[in-house]
C-alpha cells in the first residue's frame, strides 16, 4: 500500500526561498564613503602639512600655449609682468610670443603643485577671452572655476546671432547683471565666445544651460525668474529639502502659425528653351484694336500715333513710287553723256604756244564764265614770237 504522505526533503525544498545575491558581501567600508564628506570640495595643496610629490618633484615637463586675438596685444604687453610674478610663486614659467601671436606656461623644477599647470591653462585662456587680469587671476585659486561657452556655430544666420547675442546682454547689460547675480558668477561675452568664472559649480552649470538656451531661441528672462523662485525657497528652512516643482513656473513653447501669402506662386514645367520674347505695346494695340488707344496713357498714345502716321506715309510712298517704271538705257541709244572736263594747267588751251591767235584763245575762256576768270591767275604766261 502506497504512502499518501509527501517526503520530508521535497517539503523542505518546497519551503526554501530563492537565495538573492549579495554583490556587496566582499566590499569593505572604504574612508571617503562618508555622507559628511564633499567631494565637489577641492581641498588646497599645502606643502607645509606634508603635501610633497613623491621624489620630491615632476618627472616631466608639461606645456600649454594657447593663440591670442591682435587687438589682444598691447593689453598683455602692459600686463605680463603682473601675470609672470603671480605664475612665478608657484614655480612655473610663462612666454608672451608677439610673432606667433601665443602665450605659453611650463612647468618647472621648482614646481610643488601638480594641479596648478592646469589652473595656468584656463588663466592663458581667460586672458585671451578680453578678461581683466585682476579677475583672471582668481582662477589660481582652488575655489575657483571657469567655463567657456563657444557660441558661434550655435546660430547660422549672422543677422539673428548678433540679435540673440544681444538678447543675452540686455539693455544696458541688466539681463547679464541679473544672472550673474542670481548664479553668483562672473559672465563676459566677447566675439563668439561666453567666458564664465565662480566659486560653485552649481552656478556654472545654471550659467551655462541659460547661455545655450538665449542661442536656441529661449530667452533668459524665463531662466532668470526660475532662479529667483528657486533662490527664495532656499531661505526657507521647511522647503528646503521638498520637491520645488508644484512652485516654479513652467514655459510651454508654442508654435506660432505664420501668415500664408495670398498668392501662392505655381512652380511652371521646366523646358530648356527661352521664353519667346513679348510683343510690343504697339503691336498690342494693333492685335487689340483701335479702342484700346483710350486706355493707353498720353505718352504711349503720342508715339502710336506717329508710328501709324509714318505707317501711312510709307505705304503712300510705295504706292507711288510703283506707278513709275524706270525703263533700261537702250543699247542703240547714241546718245553721249556730257561729261566736263577739269581744268589742268598743262592741258588747257590758253596754256598752249602752238597756236598763233592768242585773242581767240582770250575769248575763249571770257565765254566760259566766271570760273574762267577765276582760273586767269593760273594761266601760264604766254610767249610772243621773237
Known amino acids: 500500500m502506497a504512502d499518501n504522505h509527501d517526503h520530508p526533503a521535497t517539503e523542505a525544498a518546497a519551503s526554501e526561498k530563492p537565495k538573492v545575491k549579495n554583490h556587496n558581501k566582499y566590499r569593505k567600508d572604504k574612508p571617503w564613503d562618508n555622507e559628511d564628506i564633499d567631494h565637489w570640495n577641492l581641498q588646497p595643496w599645502k606643502p607645509d602639512d606634508g603635501d610633497a610629490l613623491p621624489g620630491g618633484r615632476l618627472l616631466e615637463e608639461s606645456s600649454f600655449a594657447t593663440l591670442f ?178 512652485f516654479l513656473p513652467k514655459f510651454q513653447k508654442k508654435n506660432v502659425a505664420r501668415k500664408k501669402p495670398a498668392v501662392v506662386k505655381q512652380k511652371k514645367a521646366y523646358t530648356p528653351f527661352p521664353p519667346a520674347q513679348p510683343p510690343s505695346k504697339v503691336s498690342l494695340i494693333f492685335m487689340g484694336g483701335w479702342h484700346d488707344w483710350i486706355t493707353m496713357n498720353r505718352s504711349a498714345h503720342v508715339l502710336c500715333l506717329l508710328v501709324c502716321l509714318f505707317a501711312c506715309h510709307y505705304n503712300r510712298w510705295i504706292c507711288n513710287s510703283n506707278q513709275v517704271s524706270i525703263l533700261p538705257r537702250n543699247k542703240n541709244d547714241k546718245r553721249k553723256r556730257c561729261r566736263r572736263k577739269r581744268w589742268h594747267p598743262r592741258k588747257s588751251p590758253s596754256a598752249s604756244v602752238k597756236n598763233g591767235n592768242n585773242n581767240l584763245k582770250l575769248r575763249q575762256n571770257q565765254k566760259r564764265g566766271p570760273k574762267s576768270r577765276r582760273r586767269k591767275n593760273r594761266q601760264l604766261p604766254i610767249q610772243s614770237r621773237g
Not at 225 to 244: A, H, S, V, Y
Request: a positive charge.
Open 69 to 246: 586675438p591682435k587687438y589682444r596685444e598691447t593689453y598683455l604687453r602692459q600686463v605680463w609682468p603682473v601675470v609672470t610674478k603671480h605664475l612665478d610663486q608657484h614655480g612655473l614659467s610663462c612666454e608672451l610670443n608677439l610673432i606667433e601671436g601665443s602665450m605659453t606656461v611650463r612647468t618647472t623644477k621648482q614646481t610643488k603643485d601638480p594641479f596648478i599647470i592646469l589652473k595656468a591653462r584656463d588663466l592663458l585662456k581667460l586672458m585671451a577671452r578680453s578678461l581683466p587680469v585682476a579677475q583672471a587671476l582668481k582662477i589660481l585659486d582652488d575655489e575657483w572655476q571657469c567655463d567657456i561657452v563657444k557660441i558661434g556655430g550655435m546660430v547660422r544666420n549672422k543677422e539673428r546671432f548678433v540679435k540673440r547675442r544681444q538678447r543675452l546682454l540686455g539693455p544696458d547689460g541688466s539681463t547679464l547683471k541679473a544672472l550673474e547675480l542670481l548664479t553668483g558668477c562672473y559672465v563676459l561675452v566677447q566675439g563668439n565666445t561666453v567666458s564664465i568664472m565662480g566659486n560653485s559649480w552649481t552656478g556654472l552649470k545654471q550659467a551655462r544651460r541659460v547661455v545655450e538656451d538665449c542661442m536656441n531661441n529661449i530667452h533668459p528672462v524665463y531662466h532668470l525668474k526660475r532662479l529667483m523662485i528657486q533662490k527664495e525657497l532656499e531661505k526657507d528652512d521647511k522647503l528646503k529639502n521638498e520637491d520645488w516643482s508644484r
